[in-house]
C-alpha cells in the first residue's frame, strides 16, 4: 500500500520548458490537492480537485494546469516554466472536502534556472 | 484574507524538556485543526488533530489545545526526544470546503 506517490523526487528545468509533476493515490480518496511549500511561507494551495473530472483554482494558480485523469491521478503541468517556480511540490489526498485527514506525497523538488 | 500565525519559527530545547508550539487563525469558521509534523526530505505527516467542539485532545506525549472565544490552539509535547527534531505546521479548514490555510512552520530541534 504505497499511499500517495509523486513522481519525479527531482527536476532541473531552464526557464521555458515544460513538464508535468505526476501524482497517483491508491487510497481511494476523493479529493486530491497539490501545494507549493517555499522557505518561510508554509503550504500554499495551488490547485485541487474535489472529485474525477473536476478541478479549481487555489491561492497560487498563475503558471500551472492541472489534469484530473481518473480517481487516482492528479497532475500538475508547468508549461513555460519561471524562476519564481522554483519550489517544493506536494501532492496530498483527502477522503472528502473539508475537515478531514490530509495525506502528503514525499514531494517533488524543482529548480527553475 | 484569511490567515494562520504560528510561533515560535524556531525552537530549541534540551531532550526531556517539554515544547509549546502556538497558532492564531482568523476564519471564525474554521473548526478543524490539525497539525503536522514534517521530516526532513519528506512530506508533511498528520500527528494529532482537534475539533471545534473539543477543548482539548492528547495522545501520549502529544497534545492540542484550543481557545475558539480567543482563536488560539497549541501542540504540546512533553519528555521530547531527539527523533522529534521536525518542523511542525499548524492549520485551520472550514467546514466543507478545501480551504485548508497553513501556518509558516516551527522548526524543532530536541538537544540531546
Known amino acids: 500500500n504505497a499511499g500517495v506517490t509523486q513522481t519525479p523526487k527531482f527536476q532541473v528545468l531552464k526557464t521555458g520548458q515544460s513538464m508535468t509533476l505526476q501524482c497517483a493515490q491508491d487510497?481511494?480518496?476523493?479529493?486530491m490537492y497539490w501545494y507549493r511549500q517555499d522557505p518561510g511561507m508554509g503550504l500554499r494551495l495551488i490547485y485541487y480537485?474535489?472529485?474525477?473530472?473536476?478541478?479549481d483554482k487555489g491561492e497560487v494558480p498563475n503558471g500551472y494546469n492541472v489534469s484530473r485523469l481518473n480517481k487516482r491521478e492528479f497532475s500538475l503541468r508547468l508549461e513555460s516554466a519561471a524562476p519564481s517556480q522554483t519550489s517544493v511540490y506536494f501532492c496530498?489526498?483527502?477522503?472528502?472536502?473539508?475537515?478531514?485527514?490530509?495525506?502528503f506525497g514525499s514531494g517533488t523538488q524543482l529548480s527553475v534556472l | 484574507g484569511e490567515n494562520v500565525e504560528q510561533h515560535p519559527s524556531t525552537l530549541s530545547v534540551q531532550e526531556g524538556d517539554s515544547a509549546v508550539i502556538k497558532c492564531t487563525y482568523s476564519?471564525?469558521?474554521?473548526?478543524?485543526f490539525p497539525w503536522y509534523k514534517q521530516e526532513l526530505g519528506k512530506g508533511p505527516q498528520l500527528i494529532i488533530d482537534?475539533?471545534?467542539?473539543?477543548g482539548e485532545k492528547k495522545d501520549q506525549r502529544i497534545a492540542v489545545t484550543l481557545n475558539k472565544t480567543a482563536k488560539h490552539f497549541s501542540l504540546h509535547i512533553t519528555e521530547t526526544q531527539p527523533e522529534d527534531s521536525a518542523v511542525y505546521f499548524c492549520?485551520?479548514?472550514?467546514?466543507?470546503?478545501?480551504?485548508?490555510?497553513f501556518g509558516t512552520g516551527t522548526r524543532l530541534k530536541v538537544l540531546a
Open positions: 482537534i475539533r471545534s467542539n473539543v
Open positions: 476564519d471564525s469558521a474554521s473548526n478543524y
Open positions: 496530498a489526498t483527502e477522503e472528502a472536502a473539508g475537515g478531514q485527514k490530509l495525506f
Open positions: 492549520a485551520a479548514a472550514s467546514p466543507g470546503t478545501y480551504k485548508y490555510i
Open positions: 487510497m481511494n480518496h476523493n479529493s
Open positions: 480537485s474535489a472529485s474525477e473530472g473536476t478541478t
